[in-house]
């Protein structure tokens, strides 16, 4: 359909490879989904042991309402949300940040250093209530049996939360952290969204890479290199984290 196209063999891959911009958007993806991986594996758990403890059932239904909402969100609508809660002339975090002492407003989205954290955070912000549902499910269905048995050894809430609730919590915590994994280096929405032409250079990732690339400049084929390269390093790294974590042993 595009005309006689001649076999290049690895050239596409060779170019990406070769590439500086492509290794300066590979540390970025790092980076932002390492740390997006971390928060998103940490937080989700502590609020739901936080939401355990919770003795109101009204309270508790209505937080878990609330948390988990913004999934529901497209990335389009929590990027505008977190732009305007974060401009620096009327965003309400800078105002409240103004009216504890600080001098002059920051501008987190015009700052190489804490766009991608801004990324990080948002990306949590947006996944953590629905990570959490998965947790207190889980937690609903560990045997009372053993919480009882806890106490009866003179077991307090911390020391049930530690030897029970956790242990009975690995097996959920290996399908969350696995099915985490496999967007690490596919992340794009929040980016997409969030980058501008003053943080484009640290919040850069490979797929806005592919992007750029394939869409703005229509070079298909370095575009299809790149993306292949992405699918092979997550096919490998899903590989590793299961062997480390033992995945199939549940």
């Known amino acids: 359909m595009i005309g006689d196209r001649p076999f290049i063999g690895f050239d596409n891959y060779s170019f990406v490879l070769n590439d500086s911009n492509f290794w300066k958007v590979f540390w970025n993806t790092i980076f932002i989904g390492g740390g997006t991986l971390l928060f998103q594996f940490v937080m989700p758990i502590l609020l739901a042991l936080s939401l355990n403890e919770v003795f109101s059932t009204g309270f508790k239904k209505f937080t878990q309402m609330a948390v988990y909402i913004p999934h529901l969100f497209s ?40 766009a991608p954290w801004v990324i990080i955070f948002a990306s949590t912000w947006k996944e953590m209530g629905y990570t959490c549902i998965l947790y207190l499910a889980a937690v609903v269905g560990i045997n009372p049996s053993l919480y009882e048995a806890a106490k009866i050894d003179g077991a307090n809430r911390w020391h049930q939360v530690r030897y029970v609730t956790l242990p009975q919590l690995v ?13 690490v280096l596919r992340l794009f929405d929040p980016v997409f969204v969030l980058r501008n032409g003053a943080n484009a250079s640290t919040v850069d990732v490979i797929m806005m890479y592919t992007y750029q690339k394939g869409i703005m400049e229509f070079s298909v084929a370095k575009a299809t290199a790149a993306g292949f390269i992405v699918v092979i390093s997550t096919l490998l790294l899903t590989l590793i984290v299961r062997k480390v974590t033992n995945y199939d042993e549940g």
């Open 171 to 183: 097996s959920t915590m290996k399908v969350v952290f696995m099915l985490n994994i496999l967007s």
């Open 75 to 114: 990335w389009v609508v929590v990027g505008g949300m977190w732009i305007l809660l974060l401009s620096p002339d009327t965003g309400i975090v800078n105002q409240i940040l103004m009216a504890f002492g600080m001098e002059k407003p920051i501008t987190f989205l015009a700052s190489q250093d804490k």
